[in-house]
């Protein structure tokens, strides 16, 4: 296991860094950008499809209990006044009598602007969700809502999807997508954002198993990350306290991570009960109960809830890995992400743009990237490309030169934690890396 870098890496680092090596970039930037919106480059969108790639596996495909969906953005308005979204989803905005500036009234530290020391003027509820309209007519009946979440759709297709994939409790229904919120003050970088990216399973079970299921998630979420490379030291659980409850839970526990500004929540996992069955059956007049044939009797189940940030996520993921070793001009900058986190496993490096080189590390580039992710890098010096891949935390480079066309028909592998380099031959190369990936792997999990 090589040794990392305990120290945190700052914000100011890693956003720097983020767009120089393509893993984010301010969104609109060439209008001066939109506060608060990202977009993801060609670096980061691997990233984070990883995260939500291996998401899905762990919590989908590996399990018979869990199945997935897919819902629309939009939703019928009563959805929202349904679920409480429209009387109880806002935060106490304050604005300075000053400036002009707004901020929410529970994170401020005193009763004066933080920004120009002016008088705060009395709060006022500021509900959270973007409001559009449907349709051409812009009015009170045609208003819809952004979502600001994704866990209704999995509520309300609870029915259509017990009764098409005939599952019987406990089991889950999981989704990934877009959800938006009119935060009043975002920042951190991808941390909060007015439009983001959740990983949310809705777990459905008997009234009495729910206190078991609840503890069994919790565990689940954190040997999840710790398994795809977080250090324990920089995640704590942290339970929530009855006078912060949602209106909809029993009980709720935070999984936070030490980010470079301090700690921040990556899940909270949540027992639901059955509210949210209930409030859809009472609005809708739908019955959205379930019948337990074992026992006989017909009840309303009770759930929980495992509620991940990707943006959040692929962001804790970027800050753990960031490493430094060195100084000066001997600094280098890695990033030592899982393998399987990595926005790429594999680099193909020619040794240089020769005509001879080039297309035999096409060839090894075509050989690998069925079975790996895999980037081709012939852009400056071999050092250069090096360091290159150490900052977007590519695990291995492969490196071909003119020993391989003139002679032996091997290339170089090098590998970025050890910095050690083994001479394969190109027939076996699929092979040796698989095996170098299989021990960072094991490496990452001792």
């Known amino acids: 296991m090589v040794a990392r870098n305990l120290k945190n890496v700052d ?17 609109s930037e060439i209008y001066g950008g939109l506060s608060s919106v990202w977009d993801y480059g ?10 939500k790639d291996l998401w899905w596996k ?15 953005i939009l939703m019928h308005p009563d959805v929202w006044v349904a679920s409480g979204h429209v009387s109880n989803f806002s935060d106490p ?6 400036c002009h500036r707004r901020f929410r009234e529970d994170q401020l530290e005193s009763d004066k602007c933080p920004e120009c ?70 920042g951190n970088f991808t941390f909060r954002t007015r439009e983001f990216e959740q990983m949310e399973m809705e777990y459905f079970c008997k009234p009495g198993e729910d206190d078991k299921w609840h503890r069994y998630w919790i565990d689940f979420s954190m040997d999840w990350y710790k398994r795809y490379g977080l250090r324990s030291e920089k995640l704590k659980l942290r339970e929530h306290s009855a006078d912060e409850l949602p209106h909809y839970s029993k009980a709720s526990a935070d999984i936070d991570f030490e980010f470079p500004w301090g700690w921040g929540e990556l899940e909270t996992i949540s027992n639901r009960t059955d509210f949210d069955l209930k409030a859809h059956m009472e609005r809708s007049g739908k019955d959205l109960s379930y019948f337990d044939q074992e026992s006989n009797e017909r009840f ?22 960031y490493d430094e070793e060195g100084e000066g001009k001997d600094l280098r900058v890695v990033l030592r992400f899982h393998p399987d986190i990595a926005p790429f496993q594999v680099a193909v490096l020619p040794l240089s743009r020769n005509d ?37 935390g590519t695990p291995l480079c492969v490196t071909v030169d003119f020993e391989t ?32 990936i299989a021990a960072m792997r094991t490496a990452a999990r001792e």
């Open 11 to 27: 914000l100011e680092t890693l956003v720097s860094l983020s767009k120089r090596r393509g893993f984010v970039f301010q969104s």
């Open 42 to 51: 060609p670096v980061g969108v691997e990233l984070k499809r990883n995260v």
């Open 58 to 72: 762990s919590m989908v495909r590996d399990r018979d209990d869990v199945v997935g969906i897919d819902a629309a």
């Open 93 to 98: 905005l304050v604005e300075c009598s000053s």
């Open 117 to 186: 020391g002016g008088e705060l003027g009395e709060p006022r509820q500021f509900n959270l969700m973007f409001e559009t309209h449907i349709g051409p007519v812009q009015s009170a009946e045609n208003v819809i809502y952004l979502r600001p979440e994704t866990a209704q759709a999995m509520f309300v297709n609870f029915q259509n999807v017990q009764t098409t994939t005939r599952k019987k409790l406990p089991f889950g229904i999981a989704q990934q997508g877009k959800s938006f919120r009119n935060e009043i003050t975002p």
């Open 300 to 321: 309303v189940p009770f759930v929980v809830e495992p509620a991940m940030g990707a943006d959040r996520s692929a962001l804790a993921f970027l800050a753990d890995a």
């Open 356 to 392: 001879k080189l080039v297309p035999k590390a096409r060839e090894v580039y075509d050989t690998l990237r069925p079975v790996f992710n895999t980037q081709y890098d012939d852009a400056q010096g071999i050092g250069r490309r090096y360091r290159r891949q150490d900052e977007i």
């Open 405 to 436: 066309v003139d002679s032996d028909d091997a290339v170089t592998i090098r590998n970025r934690d050890t910095m050690e380099q083994v001479r394969v031959p190109v027939s076996g190369l699929v092979a040796a890396v698989s095996d170098q």
